[in-house]
């Protein structure tokens, strides 16, 4: 009897898709922050506008100093491989740009996206009560994603990766030739650059967050759901 109620509250809360592409984004993340701060530590310098260099004086920060912005275990490879580590850096983010648009055509044909990303005035009259219960540590299981999970999710899906993108393109000799405009959109390409490491922050901060979250709230519980798809929610839910 205790077995058949405690199985009466998992649920199936995540698909095989949403799955592989969770995992995909996440080794994919994991190579492309390595690989990214060995090609930045070829030149640690962010500027604004289209160029750079000694003529210019457009630069706005130096994290590199008279040494390597970035110690050796923190980048791919560990040590100064600046060709290794372009091609580790552009083959995962067209494996990101892969599972992505893989991911976003799989949440329009199940309604996956509508049904649980979209951010309903339900969910904005909860986000006062959900942001103070992040706040003191308490975390519900529910059967759907609450008000903050949403807007995070949605900033990183829909703001942070296209950004990321378009500005890492916006860098590439090849794009520029197709895509003469990308880059004065975004500021130049040194302009790019720069928003591209700030996104690319931004992203492992999300990352950071995200797994201290995990930690937080039941983690058997979080890592049962992304693995298998199943999820223990509270009782009532």
């Not at 405690?6 to 690989?35: C, D, E, P, Y």
């Not at 999970?149 to 950004?163: C, D, T």
Request: charged share 15%.
């Amino acid at each position: 009897m205790r077995r058949a109620h405690s199985n009466r509250r998992l649920i199936k809360r995540h698909t095989l898709a949403t799955r592989l592409a969770h995992w995909g984004w996440a080794v994919s993340l994991l190579f492309l922050f390595g690989s990214g701060l060995q090609i930045f530590n070829a030149h640690p310098v962010l500027y604004i506008g289209d160029q750079s260099g000694f003529g210019f004086d457009n630069a706005i920060l130096s994290l590199g100093g008279d040494g390597r912005a970035w110690p050796a275990w923190a980048t791919i490879p560990s040590g100064v491989d600046l060709a290794t580590g372009r091609i580790v850096h552009f083959f995962f983010a067209w494996v990101l740009v892969f599972v992505l648009l893989l991911w976003l055509l799989g949440a329009l044909v199940s309604g996956h996206l509508w049904r649980n990303l979209r951010l309903t005035a339900q969910d904005l009259h909860r986000l006062g009560a959900d942001i103070r219960s992040h706040a003191r540590f308490q975390f519900s299981h529910r059967r759907t994603y609450g008000p903050l999970q949403k807007l995070s999710y949605a900033a990183v899906l829909f703001i942070l990766f296209p950004l990321v993108i378009a500005s890492g393109l916006a860098m590439s000799p090849g794009m520029n030739a197709v895509a003469p405009w990308l880059p004065e959109v975004l500021g130049g390409r040194q302009t790019a650059r720069t928003l591209h490491f700030c996104v690319a922050a931004a992203l492992a901060g999300f990352v950071v967050l995200h797994i201290a979250m995990v930690l937080l709230a039941a983690p058997l519980n979080q890592m049962r759901a992304m693995l298998t798809g199943w999820y223990r929610v509270d009782e009532g839910e």
